[in-house]
């Protein structure tokens, strides 16, 4: 298949503002890490960050190809960092599920337009997950407290909640959406702390903030879609 046939199976549902709006994010990191001299493998993690995060919102199979060059770059930035929990999510962790994910992703597709099929969790597996979360909270807290983390507080609940996060995202259920906006959050003030401190990192800073906007921009849209269907 032609690149040009890939390409425009891949824009297959996009609207005209998604179409503008996305490849110019990238685009406006690119320009202001070249512009500041950041961190080479933080511009690449970054890129294939958003990448993954925007085809993962439209729901397109080919966003965990961009997850797994994203998840090396980051755990390599992770441990230059000394950020130990956030390696190990993304190295022993993260890695692993964007492989599981394109084999789960692959068996619910949308004929047409090659889009995942969207689901939500019942009330009581959304009160599950939460308390796993908060157990999940305090032990990985404990560890990396002993661990002497640099940021155990800010790297527990990233490494808790996207573990979480993941599951939701390969199980294609709404909920991951809410998830990442907790993970975003903290992730751009755990790097937003790291920068002020001396780690030539903005590009991550950027990164983790359009996660947090996209997060919002595709909650709304997955919701609307499940709304639709009832």
Known sequence: MKFSEILKKELNGWG?????????????????SLVINDDKIALISAICGISYTILAGKGKISCYFFGLAGTLCYSFISLKNQLYGNLALYAGYFLPMQIIGIFKWKKHLKVGTNEIIKTSLTDKERIIYLFTALVGFVICYSI?????DRSPVYDSVTLVFSVIGQILTVKRCIEQWYVWLIVNGVSSL??????????????????????FILAIYFLHIWKKELNNLK
């Open 144 to 148: 990396l407290l002993h661990l002497n």
């Open 16 to 32: 005209r503002i998604e179409r503008i709006i996305f490849p110019l994010e990238i685009l406006l990191i690119i320009i202001i």
């Open 190 to 211: 755990m790097w937003i702390d790291a920068y002020l401190n001396g780690s030539n990192c903005f590009a991550t800073i950027i990164m983790w903030i359009t996660y």
